[in-house]
């Protein structure tokens, strides 16, 4: 299982996310590949600097499985830190562009984001560990995304981050998936600005 970290837009090494290539292999029958292996993902942890020997294991609680049409967004979605979720991302079906956002105060990348495209084709996964808002944009026709969830989804824990704060610049290509403005659920269209959240203390320290 081979990773790498990904750059902010301005070039700089955002440590926590890791976005993940696994080994192919094709015939004249189709594929096969492991799509998840704690030993390898965790070895990844450590080898990224991300954990030590003796950190405790991340592990997942929930799958979450999702479908959607071109051009809709689904995001910026977190958990404060009391119900914090982790997500190990991957595309099925059609394609995506997906998004993590520091949203760790004391973080030298603090408000950045990274960014990768994830599709059936090319079976990339990233992993948005805990303190970043995660979301993504359907690239095509029909899109599903299955993610593995360190913690449980928490009602009363759960916050959205404006897909659009322009303090955030996030370069969603709406352009490729062929719409002026993105599909979105209520919540995520009424979003607070990051500006907003850090005065209501819900970011993480």
């Not at 690239?139 to 360190?150: C, D, M, P, Q, R």
């Not at 759960?158 to 002026?180: H, K, M, Q, Y």
Request: charged share 20%; net charge negative; aromatic share 10%.
């Amino acid at each position: 299982m081979e990773f790498e970290t990904l750059p902010t837009v301005s070039g700089e090494p955002c440590q926590g996310p890791l976005l993940f290539k696994p080994m192919v292999f094709t015939d004249e029958r189709g594929f096969f590949f492991e799509s998840w292996n704690q030993t390898r993902f965790q070895a990844a942890l450590m080898d990224s600097g991300l954990c030590s020997v003796d950190a405790k294991a991340v592990c997942f609680v929930q799958d979450n499985h999702s479908a959607s049409r071109r051009g809709v967004l689904r995001g910026l979605h977190y958990q404060m830190p009391s119900h914090p979720q982790g997500k190990l991302v991957r595309c099925t079906s059609g394609a995506i562009f997906d998004v993590a956002v520091d949203l760790r105060r004391h973080s030298s990348t603090y408000g950045s984001w990274v960014a990768a495209e994830l599709s059936s084709e090319n079976h990339l996964q990233l992993w948005v560990p805990e303190g970043f808002a995660h979301g993504f944009l359907s690239l095509t026709n029909h899109v599903e995304v299955l993610y593995k969830a360190s913690g449980f989804w928490n009602r009363d824990s759960e916050r959205s981050l404006l897909w659009n704060d322009p303090t955030l610049s996030i370069e969603w290509p709406l352009l490729r998936a062929c719409v002026d403005h993105p599909m979105l659920a209520g919540k995520d269209s009424e979003a607070p600005h990051l500006e907003q959240l850090e005065l209501a203390d819900e970011v993480f320290a």
